[in-house]
């Protein structure tokens, strides 16, 4: 195959997704591209990844590195909140070199295709779901001498003027069948980039995710792309992607961003027996879920390297819980942070303010119970109901709704529930936030995780005077 291909993110600056936190911002590269470059690579094309979002590159150097590369096909991924930067792009592509083939995939383009396509023009073709086998298909149509591939399965075209869809494509259920990930083409890894400087042990560090699909219900979750299925690397494989990153590139810590990493309890203990039998010198950190998680579990996770784990709480009213179908209860969620804390884990709680029906009581609720849970660290975001989920549907008539998607972000509510101004929902979210820090507890354990990582020293300065600039603006 001579096809050459780009794949790249959206030219987003730090400064768009995470506003006054820009400077402790998460510049981990996408996983995703590294996994589809690999697939493209060994189907014989050549490949480059142009990483716009993580280096923080703008509009025109990420054009001037697209070009250098002499594409034949560009794809580009996008969320909800750079879709209209991918879409920049795409036109400065087609306005210099208009025989380019451009893609354009991720989540938004796969919720939204009809409406990404309409108001992008730039784009040629939206694919829909996971892209490996995708691509390939593409690329090879490519080399046939197909300019503008027709009938794909798993994407979205323009043909005659219209927008045709052809038939969705089969998930990967064997992924141990693709690739490692391409990490040789991702420009400076692992040591030009960074997460946010909470999630660091050991320097440097990649972000992984093991699993796809997600078969829990919450409706306030996008799983358009991997669907509702769990599929995953078999823990051989897994283990094989942690020993390349820490052998070949010199990898100390893996951050593993699956929403479902510990959905089979099997599966995780074996993960951790192999590290453990195999001495791979890593710490690791993941996501969680309280009805999944045992003592004898954590133990283990911890013996294996895994030293933080962050569960997704969300609110900590029992009615919000189970309007928005998270089926937790709140004692399950307490046992499972008092089982990691007992197992010597760090544990941090995501938070979500601005559901439908969110009232102060609810919110004083969720207050109440972060300061109680035995938690290092907290995340609190505002409502995004971002197009894929099912709430993106149904908030109509709960609220006000700025479906904006540059805005989509979680740094400002977009969506406000009645019995809310904008103005009073961003005071309670900082509220809560200052009550959770401003904690002689949580201080001293901040300044100990600080002074074991000097490194993040900076970083967690500029995340500090974010925060207060944060409880400024909510006149907290």
Not at 133 to 154: A, H, K, M, N, Y
Not at 238 to 247: N, P, W, Y
Not at 320 to 325: A, E, G, P, Q, W
Not at 433 to 450: A, V
């Amino acid at each position: 195959m001579k096809t050459r291909l780009v794949l790249a993110t959206a030219p987003v600056s730090l400064e768009e997704r995470y506003g006054a936190f820009a400077g402790a911002a998460n510049t981990e590269p996408s996983f995703g591209l590294a996994c589809l470059a690999a697939s493209a690579r060994e189907a014989g094309a050549a490949v480059a990844i142009v990483e716009a979002a993580a280096g923080n590159l703008p509009l025109g150097e990420t054009l001037k590195r697209v070009l250098e590369f002499r594409p034949t096909v560009v794809g580009l991924t996008a969320t909800t909140s750079g879709i209209e930067d991918a879409a920049a792009l795409a036109a400065r592509i087609k306005e210099k070199q208009p025989e380019i083939l451009v893609l354009i995939g991720g989540c938004h383009g796969t919720s939204l295709p009809d409406d990404t396509l309409e108001s992008c023009p730039g784009f040629d073709l939206a694919v829909i779901g996971e892209g490996e086998v995708t691509l390939v298909d593409i690329l090879r149509t490519v080399e046939g001498g197909q300019p503008l591939p027709s009938g794909i399965v798993g994407t979205v075209e323009r043909r005659d003027g219209a927008l045709h869809h052809n038939p969705p494509r089969d998930l990967i259920h064997e992924l141990d069948t693709l690739p490692l990930p391409a990490w040789d083409l991702l420009d400076g890894f692992p040591q030009a980039f960074r997460p946010s400087p909470a999630r660091i042990r050991r320097w440097p560090c990649a972000s992984v995710v093991l699993t796809r699909g997600c078969p829990n219900q919450c409706t306030f979750c996008d799983r358009s792309v991997f669907g509702r299925m769990c599929r995953a690397y078999t823990p051989a494989y897994a283990v094989r992607m942690v020993k390349q990153l820490r052998e070949e590139f010199g990898v100390r810590e893996i951050l593993i961003e699956d929403d479902t990493f510990i959905i089979s309890r099997k599966r995780v203990a074996e993960f951790c027996e192999l590290l453990l039998e195999q001495k791979i010198d890593i710490t690791w950190s993941c996501l969680g879920r309280a009805d999944r998680v045992k003592p004898d579990l954590l133990k283990l996770m911890r013996r294996a390297g895994c030293w933080h784990i962050t569960y997704g709480i969300e609110s900590g009213d029992a009615d919000i819980l189970k309007s928005v179908n998270k089926n937790l209860d709140i004692p399950q969620i307490r046992q499972a942070l008092e089982w990691s804390r007992a197992a010597g884990l760090q544990t941090k709680g995501f938070f979500i303010v601005g559901f439908p029906g969110e009232t102060e009581a609810t919110i004083a609720a969720t207050r109440d119970l972060a300061l109680s849970l035995p938690l290092d660290d907290i995340s609190v975001m505002l409502l995004q109901p971002f197009p894929g989920s099912e709430i993106y549907n149904t908030v109509a008539g709960m609220g006000t709704f700025n479906c904006d998607w540059r805005k989509m972000t979680t740094l400002e509510a977009t969506f406000v529930p009645d019995g809310f101004t904008k103005e009073t929902l961003e005071a309670a979210h900082a509220h809560l936030m200052r009550d959770f820090y401003f904690r002689p507890g949580i201080i001293l354990r901040q300044l100990m995780h600080l002074a074991a990582r000097p490194r993040a020293a900076w970083a967690t300065f500029q995340g500090f005077l974010a925060f207060l600039q944060v409880l400024k603006k909510g006149k907290a």
